[in-house]
């Protein structure tokens, strides 16, 4: 999730970032794991910053920390998905750090838009291409096709009317 606030010192971001997140977060965040990522965005005369928040349920991280160390594994580290597919991509030189693109995944119910800029993902964004509803029938792949380009159309305009700097 990324949200908007005003231009401050470094000091008082946190306080200002978990203010915002309650309003924005769909969940107490004493019941989460969370980080966050400050941009400064500067327009005319005005600067702000834009906070990139991640986050994710405590007992699910427990959970799937758990799962790791009885597989015998010490977990050293936790990132989000996304960000370890753009690690990945980047290392592997399938993508430049300063561009701005979107990454698509699905299976055959569902898929993920991630869209990057300079390398941080600015927008996520999970969707159904099969509802509950529709499981039970034998869905073709035009229809699949066209779910996923009005899924991706709804992702990219809702990204250009919060990002107005650029064509992913």
Not at 33 to 62: D, N, P, S
Not at 130 to 146: C, G, R, V
């Amino acid at each position: 999730r990324s949200f908007f606030i005003p231009w401050m010192t470094p000091t008082e971001v946190k306080g200002v970032v978990d203010f915002e997140a309650r309003r924005y977060i769909p969940f107490k965040l004493e019941e989460l794991v969370y980080a966050y990522h400050a941009v400064m965005v500067a327009e005319k005369k005005t600067k702000r910053f834009r906070i990139l928040f991640v986050a994710i349920r405590k007992e699910i991280l427990e959970r799937y920390c758990s799962i790791l160390e009885q597989a015998g594994l010490k977990v050293a580290t936790v990132e989000p998905s996304s960000i370890s597919l753009l690690r990945l991509l980047t290392f592997k030189k399938q993508i430049q750090r300063k561009q701005r693109l979107a990454i698509i995944q699905t299976d055959n119910k569902e898929g993920n838009i991630i869209i990057v800029d300079q390398g941080i993902p600015q927008f996520v964004r999970d969707f159904l291409l099969i509802t509950p509803a529709l499981e039970s029938f034998d869905i073709d792949e035009t229809l699949l096709n066209t779910r996923l380009v009005n899924e991706v159309r709804i992702s990219l305009d809702y990204y250009r009317r919060q990002h107005a700097e650029g064509d992913v």
